[in-house]
């Protein structure tokens, strides 16, 4: 079995009993394979090669010495599920569909109907001149376009561009990118592309003005959000390579050429610069990390686009001065014009509040958010996640003494919990730390070596036969395997971002 280095898995629950669940695993690996694993015994049921991989099976077997990695499905696996009736089961009407990309593998998006576990279909495979490599994981959501010809369902899959190798060489590039710059909207059946934004007039958003062009990849997620509970989305907000941040809003029951408006709200790399240096060049290979929450000091609420910053292909470049930024979208619920987008103003990194070595900083609101600076020899390479107005995030410092021995070197992780408002430590007495100590109050070293997986907060079952507090349990967090107990004041409840029918 090859490895699964970026891929993550899925588990499908097909039927069965609380007790005995019908549980099949996808797992994506980078010999090529897509396997279908039985989650009782792990008994292996299938496995799906996509066609251009074939290729390589003769090299793998023979087994050569290969100067550099061998990459096949490296992108994770994304499980889209239809209970028509919500009594648990694949049944009837019902339909589950797995979507992937490649990432490094390849620039092909790949979807397969595993609505009978045993019998797998292609249900379509997308690959389009204007996408890089397929590292844009999959979102699900659900838009009405009028004139698309979409599905009952409304449902579509939204994708960013993807990654352009060109950014494997160090040094803001000085051209345009040659792939992987838009974002893309494709019906979930039929892999029918049904929107576009680009730079070119081709697309269905062009966001070609001077300044403000879609010209850098987006090879992360694209984050969805339905903010009004139709279950429609209505806003999205991605991130690009040169540091970028892009806010979009949705207009449902349009057509494809007036569904959506969007432009540039952050800016805090290179792009843009004149003469950027190695320290300006700040990269984005993480999904932005959107949260609602309320500034007390203003009386206002305001949206949190929090991400951190770090050279994701090159995991030992320490030149870039990486930080974590929590921009603030003051228009929490308005929609924006185009005419309002191409004159947006751009915040940069200065109009960002720095918080490192202070606390109780207060953001005015001439401010468009907070930064915090990190160590040297740190740089953030996994997605935050933000939870009961507190955001916890990953930050990696490798083993630059292993990279120029070119041995083996785990490196170190370390896991920062700050307040969402304004990066405050969130510690029992804010007011009893010493001038100095802030930093080390806001993280804690983590035992895992290597790249650290994004945090989470997982809410367990209770016992069966549990009574009082014992069936509520409290949350605990976790990085990957990896946990901790957040401890939180009160016990939050359990409450999701969700849309009905699809999941």
């Not at 890089?132 to 369902?153: C, F, H, K």
């Not at 005015?364 to 040297?376: A, C, E, H, I």
Request: charged share 20%; glycine share 10%.
């Amino acid at each position: 079995m090859g490895d699964p280095l970026h891929s993550q898995p899925a588990a499908i629950v097909y039927g069965g009993s609380p007790t005995n669940p019908d549980v099949v695993v996808y797992t994506a690996t980078n010999d090529g394979y897509l396997h279908a694993t039985a989650g009782d015994d792990g008994s292996e049921l299938w496995s799906f090669v996509p066609k251009e991989l074939l290729s390589n099976f003769t090299r793998l077997y023979f087994d050569p010495s290969a100067k550099y990695k061998q990459y096949g499905i490296d992108g994770s696996v994304v499980p889209v599920v239809k209970d028509s009736n919500n009594n648990g089961i694949v049944d009837g009407t019902d339909f589950v569909y797995l979507i992937f990309g490649m990432r490094r593998g390849g620039t092909t998006y790949y979807a397969l109907d595993v609505t009978d576990k045993t019998a797998p279909e292609l249900l379509w495979q997308v690959n389009y001149p204007e996408m890089g490599e397929s590292w844009s994981t999959p979102v699900v959501a659900r838009m009405d376009i009028t004139s698309a010809g979409l599905n009952a369902d409304k449902a579509v899959v939204v994708l960013g561009g993807g990654y352009d190798t060109v950014h494997d060489t160090t040094g803001h590039p000085a051209a345009d990118d040659g792939a992987g710059a838009g974002i893309h909207i494709l019906d979930l059946k039929t892999g029918t592309r049904v929107w576009r934004a680009g730079v070119d007039a081709g697309a269905e958003l062009t966001l070609d003005v001077t300044g403000r062009e879609m010209n850098r990849a987006i090879p992360n997620e694209v984050r969805v959000i339905d903010l009004n509970g139709d279950g429609l989305a209505d806003r999205m907000y991605a991130s690009d390579i040169a540091g970028q941040i892009w806010r979009f809003d949705i207009t449902n029951g349009s057509t494809a050429s007036s569904l959506m408006t969007g432009g540039i709200v952050a800016r805090v790399g290179a792009e843009g610069l004149a003469t950027p240096t190695a320290a300006d060049t700040r990269r984005f290979y993480n999904a932005p990390d959107a949260s609602l929450f309320l500034d007390k000091i203003q009386n206002r609420r305001f949206i949190a686009i929090s991400i951190g910053t770090g050279y994701r292909a090159h995991p030992f470049d320490l030149s870039a001065a990486d930080r974590f930024y929590s921009f603030r979208d003051a228009d929490v619920f308005k929609k924006l014009t185009q005419g309002e987008y191409n004159t947006y103003d751009i915040a940069d990194d200065s109009d960002f509040i720095e918080v490192s070595g202070t606390k109780k900083a207060v953001i005015t609101s001439s401010d468009r958010g907070w930064k915090f600076t990190l160590p040297t020899n740190q740089k953030i390479l996994a997605d935050s996640i933000t939870f009961n107005n507190e955001i916890f995030f990953v930050a990696f410092s490798p083993d630059s003494a292993g990279a120029a021995t070119c041995s083996v070197g785990q490196g170190s992780n370390f896991l920062y919990r700050v307040n969402v408002v304004n990066g405050d430590p969130v510690v029992n007495n804010l007011d009893a730390l010493l001038p100095g100590t802030e930093d080390q109050a806001r993280r804690t070293t983590l035992q895992q070596g290597g790249i650290a997986p994004s945090p989470t907060i997982l809410f367990p079952s209770p016992a069966s036969s549990c009574t009082g507090a014992a069936c509520s349990p409290p949350p605990i967090g976790c990085v990957g395997v990896e946990c901790f107990d957040p401890g939180f004041e009160n016990n939050p409840v359990r409450t999701l971002w969700t849309q009905d029918g699809i999941q």
